[in-house]
């Protein structure tokens, strides 16, 4: 009935915790199968794995990132329902029955996702996943989801908050190009064709911790993968069947992402803010209310600001918060 996927890169010291999450599911676990894709750790992730044998399926291969971990599992996963769990979080014991039963009671709905409780393991603090109120119990199309995201600047329902359809996520194409972008291109490709639905209640712990990939500290390696990320994902959506307007949304957020890396880098320059403007002006009317919000949610005015006087902004800003605190 489930194949649960976890693609992993060193990450010996949070597996085990994974895997027993699942193996402690009120689900039968007879309906579910239990498959992780070591992307060529180099710690004892397969020592750890050894324990475990006769429970689930073990695949190594060279380090190639987790889109294409991810794409391995699917490939092998036999399934109805793919769930993906990465590695250093943790399903709650009720999470695969409570999503099983609606994917069952609706074969319209092809994705089916959740909050995720966020656990700072460095405080020990815990948070609930800020998923709107407006998005939650109910069936939603794809299409329609995806234009709320990207209107607002949002974006739910991916990493170990999915699950989708097993003969949807077999069709879709994956590259190891789309690296970290994953998450966004499996929601965004599964909700082509189909509907959502978000249960009202958090069904996963995300792990918050110095390795993850959102909140290393920037360097210029990492701006570039996420770059190239984004434009790979913007190119695929681009040559498929998503509404004109997506495709815009997209594309904003494309242009955004390469003022920020320019921003860090210090590379940004006044033509790359002209050609942002451009871009609104040409694809967005100022005279719909939503286009104000879209300005205001990506943040566009900030990102027009030249390099320069953001810095002098930013040192204006420690100054006076520093003698606030004298």
């Given amino acids: 009935m489930v194949s649960v996927i976890i693609p992993t890169y060193n990450y010996a010291h949070y597996i085990s915790e994974a895997i027993e999450s699942i193996l402690n599911q009120i689900f039968p676990s007879n309906e579910i199968e239990i498959i992780v894709i070591d992307d060529g750790s180099e710690d004892n992730t397969s020592e750890i794995i050894k324990k475990y044998k006769g429970k689930l399926t073990y695949l190594y291969q060279k380090h190639e990132g987790k889109?294409?971990?991810?794409?391995?599992g699917i490939e092998i996963a036999t399934g109805k329902y793919i769930?993906?769990?990465d590695a250093d979080d943790i399903f709650l014991p009720n999470k695969i029955e409570k999503v099983v039963d609606i994917f069952e009671k609706d074969r319209d709905i092809v994705h089916v996702s959740h909050p995720a409780i966020y656990w700072n393991i460095e405080y020990d603090t815990r948070q609930m996943e800020p998923v709107p109120e407006k998005i939650k119990g109910q069936k939603i199309k794809g299409q329609e989801l995806l234009k709320y995201f990207y209107q607002n600047g949002i974006f739910f329902g991916g990493g170990s908050t999915f699950s989708g359809r097993a003969d949807i996520l077999k069709k879709i194409f994956i590259k190891k190009e789309i690296?970290?972008?994953?998450?966004?291109y499996l929601v965004w490709f599964t909700l082509k064709d189909g509907y959502s639905f978000f249960i009202d209640e958090p069904l996963s712990i995300w792990r918050i911790h110095s390795k993850n990939f959102s909140v290393e500290k920037l360097d210029i390696k990492k701006i570039q993968r996420v770059v190239e990320g984004i434009e790979f994902v913007c190119s695929e959506i681009l040559r498929n069947d998503f509404a004109t307007e997506l495709k815009k949304l997209?594309?904003?957020k494309n242009y955004i992402i390469k003022l920020v890396a320019k921003e860090i880098t210090g590379e940004k320059s006044l033509s790359d803010v002209i050609?942002?403007?451009?871009?609104?002006?040409?694809?967005?009317?100022l005279f719909d209310k939503n286009t104000f919000s879209i300005i205001k949610n990506y943040k566009v005015l900030n990102r027009s600001i030249p390099t320069f006087m953001l810095k002098w902004l930013k040192k204006f800003k420690?100054?006076?918060?520093?003698?606030?605190k004298k």
Wanted: charged share 15%.
């Fill in 179 to 184: 690296d970290m972008q994953l998450d966004e």
């Fill in 67 to 72: 889109a294409f971990a991810t794409k391995a």
């Fill in 83 to 85: 769930f993906n769990l």
């Fill in 250 to 252: 997209y594309l904003l």
């Fill in 318 to 324: 420690n100054v006076i918060f520093g003698e606030l």
């Fill in 275 to 285: 050609r942002l403007w451009n871009y609104i002006l040409s694809n967005f009317s």
